[in-house]
């Protein structure tokens, strides 16, 4: 059985540091390239940011909204997906999903940003 | 940020026919993917490179493209149906977007 499980959703401080882990399980994990999407309460899904796999260079990219706050990380050997977020807002609050952009998804941490 | 459109609602009766758009300047050139989302659910992919479909996807969903618009057609809809589909592709630069999303309500 295929899953994908994140952690690390809290509340925090706006201007604060927050990282979000994803395990994987059931699948090929090193094989695929991986992504964050964001949900804001009551909003539509939000593409955050992709790692690629090793074989394409483990390259990342990020929404303009994220870039240079957030990071993407991932570690093979464990199947793990890493999301660190820096200099937090209030528009950074919401569901975030890790999910293989295609039929895999997670259930989704909660990110709480306030003053 | 590369941006798709759709409208913000479709209501059909059960066992109508369900059309929803997305519109984008580069569908002619990216796949579609297409997504269901139920009320406090993670989405779930429905429809992949813009007209394929997984086995445990019923099959009265289907997917078609066609210049800059892509369409999601659910033949004899559902009441269990009901929910918001985002469509979602890549733009030119790469970076992927969702569409805002269609509210599918089943009257």
């Known amino acids: 059985e295929v899953r994908l499980v994140e952690s690390g959703g809290t509340w925090v401080q706006t201007g604060g540091s927050l990282r979000l882990s994803c395990v994987a399980s059931g699948f090929n994990f090193s094989n695929y390239w991986m992504s964050w999407v964001r949900q804001a309460p009551g909003q539509g899904l939000e593409w955050v940011g992709r790692?690629?796999?090793?074989?394409?260079?483990?390259?990342?990219h990020y929404a303009a909204p994220v870039k240079g706050r957030f990071t993407i990380s991932r570690d093979d050997s464990t199947k793990m997906l890493f999301l660190e977020m820096n200099s937090l807002r209030g528009e950074d609050a919401g569901v975030y999903y890790c999910?293989?952009?295609?039929?895999?998804w997670g259930h989704g941490t909660l990110v709480t940003v306030s003053p | 940020s590369y941006e798709l459109t759709q409208p913000p609602s479709v209501s059909v009766s059960p066992g109508q026919t369900a059309r929803i758009t997305c519109s984008g300047e580069?569908?002619?050139?990216?796949?579609v993917y297409w997504y269901q989302q139920k009320s406090g659910q993670a989405p779930v992919m429905v429809i992949y490179?813009?007209?394929k479909r997984l086995s445990r996807i019923p099959e009265r969903f289907s997917g078609s493209a066609s210049g800059t618009m892509a369409t999601l057609t659910i033949s004899g809809a559902q009441v269990e149906d009901e929910a918001d589909y985002y469509c979602y592709s890549a733009g030119i630069s790469g970076n992927p977007s969702f569409g805002p999303g269609t509210k599918l309500n089943i009257l």
């Open positions: 580069a569908l002619p050139k990216k796949f």
């Open positions: 490179e813009d007209n």
């Open positions: 790692i690629k796999d090793r074989a394409d260079g483990e390259t990342t």
């Open positions: 999910t293989t952009e295609t039929q895999y």
